[in-house]
């Protein structure tokens, strides 16, 4: 063991002694003089990193001392305050630089009173900032770090195995106790050890529950640093970001599509193969697992990294996701009472989940599950969105095949979930596709003219755009993405060539050519590019319904939390999920997907879902504060709430524009058509009961 | 929850209420009318088994009232001190059985003071008595158990998972907190529950730590027994016992031979086929893993039980067998320091050892090592022998390809291993074998004529007995195994064909022709049966030395203990290993293998080390107890001790037999024979030196 972590300091209270005070902290005490600076720091608990415990190896302790007087602090800081630039400190700044002014805490020792600044570089914890609307700090604070380690050698007369050394090590020099190893890592240890000459770095998993297991370990001193993955595991799709583990940066991010799509679009088709195939639910565990290997090795060659070097994956994904990674036959939630095996959080080994691309030692940490239709997605987006810390009565929905919604604030937070359907994701739509480059994903049509423009995937320019066509030869136009078919169905309930019960008008009531028949309904024609050998890509009376039920079990399910809560309005709305990042709010508001809401209420939070495994991915912390957040989350089941129905159908209609939309004001003038009363809605369905 | 269970009982403080005075323990207490037995028995600590928690399904509560006048106790027990006899146990007597007498103690109700007596089939904590030379007792208390629990029904109102239910079942119903399970159980979980109708019986693995896991369940009640296995990993044969965990039965014990003898002999040619065999290791684990999973099967089909009831291994072995079960390269159990790679107890789980033949989430407990070269095996015999209990100094020698040598008393215990080498157990031997059906195990010589006699395994009769030739037709004589060449060179040495150097004489310095010239040295025939068709057993001047080199180093490493303790002489000597059943005490001290001590106090413990694995299987306080004696015992490395060299050379002299021996009286006046000083030992060599 180190001298430097054994050499005793007086007590901070003794006035005779050099005083230290630590910025940005404010943390102060006296040292007696010879004490090293990260000494200090530690015994002050101030966030200093080291990962070599003093040595002058790692670098991680830089810090910048403050000379000359400091009247904030009443101290004058003299220049021999701290010992001398040493041969340590001179070896390294040649060997790998040292920013001027700053010092190796380890190395510079206190001689009389200092003021010693921490740069963030230098703070274990650090703070992260969210790219996100909301500014959200996230405080580093991974499971798994690194630790150089100097473990005594064997001696036969005191015989005591090498694990057992290892062990005593960490405690003594790290003060992390009962490290526990797999039997992959003890084959190991012996050859690491003697090739580090009894120093070694080793990565230490510690789970919130405060369990020291060893995932990792290299001879000598091993830089790092070590990645993790945060998995939104969606029925659609799936997608992964690749963090640094040192400090929260994300290295890339990578998407495939859930290959269990080929046994059924949505849950509950994958849910019905699993019960009519025997052994369904294993072929469908085999498959997301591979995928998930793939992706991992994918996003590692992407950024250019040695997979061995990632330690940690957080899942975040809905129930029947959860159960089928787990290889849990999902059957049950397929049904009342939609019992999960298992609610809680899970922290697994990575070859539980079969995952060989990267660290064969790994960790998984699966957020826990709200409820039988709530997820562990769910979970992630209380834990990026916080509605528990909401001063304001805040709705969350997360769009998917599923939706997630979270309505509450400080006070109570209740969450359901929604079966949309796949046709927000362009998925049961005549001439819908996922977003990819050529899909048509924003819609203006002229409220006069009633003729379109729209702008596709990968490029820029509006359609009506002269270049426009050069612009798009190499995608093409493809079809319509999610956000896309939400846009024109708004646009044209705004243009008038819909009613409100979702019907739409022939040529001669809407007196446009677009509108055309077919069969016994109409459609109207956004785009044809046949005489060019391209589609023609229209929207048909069936792609309205389909949006109209998707958007119907969306709005009845944030009314459905609004009734329990007795709320008449919410303060801000949060659109979330992949999905959420690219929906236009003021048309989701015409469409009637979402409560009125003054529109700059709305916004954006992106990928919600994959920002709360990043946080628990990041900060342990956020683990057990997710978990005890659910258990005081109360939950709603859509499927045997009678109101759900009432709603359901109450929502059908495609309300007009009104107040809330000051951009839209000219519109409100317009002509309320209604082409056939036998609809499904009539036009004074829809908004102004649900209401009441 | 059962009523049973919740049903409050007053203080048993109280005198108004009912005395129940529980025999044999004498525990007793007041209880309100009404309150059931095994209630009663619960709140007073009192050993009362019951698998279904009080629901009249298991009988596992049976007790005995006792009615009438009990002066002892000044009690006067009323014919209706208990409620009447009760539907449930008229209908389980009627369908299962119940001694007359007997009532369940969770139907039968207290109405009166009672004495109530607990027979041993009802204790949970059985005493289950050893068959062995030493009486000891072994309180049951293995680490899994079965419970049945009634699981709450899942709500959708309040959403938990069917996992979190059984838990918390658990919890309530048997105090069991914290249980964990792997994901293949949970995959299993939510058939199981709906199958039992939410009443199930679950096994639960709780090691001496305190961590309860789920190892399998049940719909409805299930009896059990469930198994485990105690295997003594030796060098040279693989030994299991399948024991009943429920009362410690042995049902069957089987054995295989070490199949890693194809890739050396003793530990050191494994080590060094490890070393010069890339992958040789791997190899080896394999191979023994294998024969595990062979031994298992056969183990389970022999006593007719399903493999999948064993849920617990525990093993014992040296290091070597250690590291190579584990898959761990033994290389560094090769070369001084001798550093293991990990020397405590390891608690793993069956699939970590590829144990498939038994139940897949069986669970494998591993005794410590104490020392690179004192290993599980040892620490088994310290458990089983308990050295550190004895008032007085006993020597336990464990005699292996390696012996395991432990001398101490309650006060200190110290331990060695010295490196015998096979020839006790007749490998390395010209006409050696291993113990089987026609090897020879019992030598006599008569001091006379020279002529031996000889009996051979699986035949009770001795050579010269007129029946003997018919009746090892079958087996034949093949060899001579590690007890009969024991016995063979000690009857040389007294018959005076062998000197005191280890040297055989010529037939014309011995007067029998059974010595014959072989090269420039002799031999003696023992047996030839090459007229019939059979060999010519004889014992070679290589033989002799072999012997010679063996029983040195076990004595050396024997009074290097003694030394160490500044012990003169020991009081008692056990004698254990497989081997250890039937070495011929006398023998082996007319060989000089052991040190002097009155023969009454050599006793054999049969295969102790075996015991000590039973005893951990069944007992998880003597896991925390010989975890902790490791700790304690001193251990002395005989590689590097000069002293074990000079008493090595000292002890190579074969002794001449004297006064601890009273049936030998006669002999001694025999003369002793010298053909050859320039042998490798003189007369006044051994054990005159080696009590200097």
Redesign the interface.
């Given at each position: 063991m180190s001298d430097i972590l054994t050499e005793p300091a007086t007590e901070p209270t003794s006035g005779h002694l050099p005083l230290v005070i630590f910025t940005p902290s404010g943390k102060r005490g006296h040292f007696a003089p010879g004490t090293p600076v990260l000494t200090a720091a530690r015994q002050l608990g101030v966030d200093l990193d080291s990962v070599c415990g003093g040595r002058g190896i790692c670098s991680k302790c830089q810090i910048t001392p403050g000379y000359g007087d400091f009247a904030k602090h009443g101290v004058h800081v003299a220049p021999d305050a701290l010992s001398e630039w040493n041969a340590v400190e001179d070896r390294y700044k040649r060997i790998r630089g040292l920013i001027d002014g700053r010092r190796l805490g380890c190395q510079a020792k206190i001689q009389g009173d200092v003021v010693i600044d921490v740069p963030p570089e230098s703070q274990v914890h650090k703070q992260v900032i969210r790219k996100s609307a909301t500014v959200r700090d996230i405080t580093m604070d991974p499971a798994t770090h690194l630790y150089y380690v100097e473990v005594d050698?064997?001696?036969?007369?005191e015989?005591?195995?090498?694990?057992?050394r290892l062990r005593q090590a960490l405690a003594q020099q790290w003060q992390i106790e009962g490290l526990q190893?797999?039997?992959?890592l003890?084959?190991r240890?012996?050859?690491v050890l003697r090739k580090g000459e009894w120093k070694v770095t080793v990565a230490v998993h510690r789970d919130h529950h405060g369990q020291a297991r060893l995932i990792d370990l290299w001879p000598g001193y091993f830089e790092g640093p070590l990645y993790g993955l945060a998995i939104d595991l969606g029925s659609t799709t799936i997608a992964a970001h690749l963090c640094d583990l040192s400090d929260g940066t994300v290295l890339a991010s990578s998407g495939l599509m859930n290959p269990q799509i080929r046994f059924g679009e949505d849950l509950m088709s994958r849910v019905s193969y699993a019960m009519m195939n025997p052994g369904g639910d294993v072929e469908m565990t085999q498959a997301v697992r591979q995928s998930i290997n793939s992706l991992a090795a994918s996003i590692a060659t992407e950024a250019g990294i040695d997979p061995l070097r990632i330690v940690e994956t957080v899942f975040v994904m809905n129930p029947v996701m959860h159960h089928l990674l787990?290889?849990?036959?999902p059957?049950?939630l397929g049904q009342?009472?939609?019992?999960?095996?298992?609610?809680?959080s899970l922290s697994?080994a990575g070859r539980?989940l079969d995952l060989t691309a990267i660290n064969p030692q790994s960790r998984v940490y699966v957020l826990p599950?709200?409820?039988?239709h709530?997820g562990a997605d769910c979970a992630a987006v209380a834990l990026s969105e916080e509605p528990d810390k909401s001063e304001d009565l805040v709705l969350i929905v997360d769009v998917g095949t599923n939706a997630e919604i979270l309505l509450g604030n400080k006070d109570r937070v209740l969450a359901c979930s929604s079966p949309t359907g796949p046709a927000f994701e362009g998925a049961q739509i005549s001439s819908g596709q996922r977003a990819a480059p050529g899909a048509i994903e924003r819609v203006e049509i002229d409220p006069v003219t009633k003729e379109p423009r729209f702008r596709v995937i990968g490029c820029d320019l509006w359609s009506d755009d002269p270049a426009f066509a050069e612009a798009t030869k190499q995608t093409g136009i493809t079809g319509i993405c999610g956000s896309g078919i939400i846009e024109v169905v708004a646009e044209m309930r705004l243009a008038g060539l819909v009613d409100a019960g979702g019907l739409i008008g022939s040529a001669e009531q809407t007196g446009t050519s677009r509108c055309v028949p077919t069969g016994r309904t109409n459609a109207y024609v956004l785009y044809d590019g046949r005489d060019q050998g391209g589609p023609r890509i229209s929207v048909t009376q069936g792609d309205i319904r389909a949006i109209q039920l998707a958007k119907s079990a969306l709005y009845a399910g944030a009314q459905l939390l609004m009734d329990e809560l007795g709320a008449e309005h919410v303060d801000r709305i949060v659109l979330a999920g992949a999905f959420g990042a690219h929906i236009s709010p003021r048309h989701a508001m015409v469409l009637g997907m979402i409560p009125d809401c003054p529109l700059e209420k709305v916004t954006s939070a992106g990928n919600a879902a994959g920002t709360g495994a990043r946080i628990a991915l990041c900060n342990i912390g956020a683990r057990a504060a997710i978990e005890a957040e659910v258990g005081r989350i109360h939950?709603v089941?859509t499927?045997?709430e009678p109101r759900f129905q009432e709603h359901f159908v109450a929502a059908n209609a495609i309300p007009h524009a009104t107040a809330p939309f000051p951009n839209l004001s000219t519109l409100v003038t317009l002509p309320e058509v209604s082409f056939n009363t036998s609809g499904s809605g009539g036009t004074d369905g829809g908004r102004r009961r649900r209401r009441g």
């Open positions: 050698e064997p001696d036969m007369h015989p005591s195995g090498d694990f057992q190893a797999d039997l992959p003890l084959r240890l012996q050859g787990l290889g849990i036959d059957v049950e009342a009472p939609f019992a999960l095996a298992t609610s809680e697994l539980d599950c709200i409820a039988g709530v939950k089941e499927a045997i």
